[in-house]
């Protein structure tokens, strides 16, 4: 039996608390400074209030329908994967963190058109905070197959249907040459030798 995501505590917690810090942090940029204003002024880091009709950190430009169904198909994949692979609480915090801002950027897609954005930091494009989240959930997933990649030498291998860690499949032995010969009992119910 496959997890359901929207019955996970963690990930629905992480997933709510980035949507609404995404939207409500949107919602004070659109209140409070002009389209194109800056607070402050000058300066490395600071909030430009931007509308960005592409994906996340301004690519792919006044591409608004396509970029609403890849936003439709990229939740389905994480939800395809949560089901299919994950029991790591680190791993199903990135995933909410993805699903968070990911349905953030998707609210504002189908509302408005297009996307607010409001972080401006040095030479960075202008983005928001369900960009950084979907970035910050794709690094921690990057990391954590790595990083298990590294310790064992292979691919992470994802947990069994039941969510509990996978087993490693037995390798036949190189030198094996014995076969299991099932045993078999005598007409007394005792086994034969």
């Known amino acids: 039996m496959s997890r359901k995501w929207y019955s996970d505590p963690l990930l629905l917690a992480v997933l709510v ?3 609404a810090a995404d939207q409500l ?30 994906t ?16 439709f198909a ?18 199903r915090a990135a995933l909410g963190l993805q699903l968070g801002g990911a ?10 058109g297009y996307v607010v954005d409001f972080v401006d930091v040095g030479p960075w494009p202008i983005f928001n905070i369900a960009d950084s ?4 959930g794709i690094a921690i997933l990057a990391w954590h197959f790595w990083f298990r990649r590294e310790q064992t030498g ?4 994802p947990p069994a249907a039941d969510g509990q860690p996978a087993s490693p499949e037995p390798s036949p032995s190189k030198n094996s040459t014995t076969e299991q010969v099932p045993s078999r009992s005598s007409p007394s119910g005792d086994p034969q030798a």
């Open 17 to 19: 608390a980035v949507f």
């Open 25 to 54: 942090t949107k919602m004070l940029v659109v209140g409070g400074l002009e389209l194109g204003e800056s607070w402050p002024v000058e300066g490395f880091l600071r909030l430009t209030h931007a509308r960005n009709t592409g």
């Open 56 to 71: 996340a950190f301004g690519l792919f430009q006044n591409q608004a329908m396509v970029l609403t169904i890849v936003s």
């Open 74 to 91: 990229a939740v389905a994949a994480i939800v395809f994967f949560y089901r299919n692979a994950i029991a790591s609480p680190l791993l």
């Open 103 to 112: 349905f953030g950027n998707l609210l504002d897609r189908v509302r408005l």
């Open 133 to 136: 989240s979907i970035v910050f």
């Open 154 to 157: 292979t691919a992470a291998r």
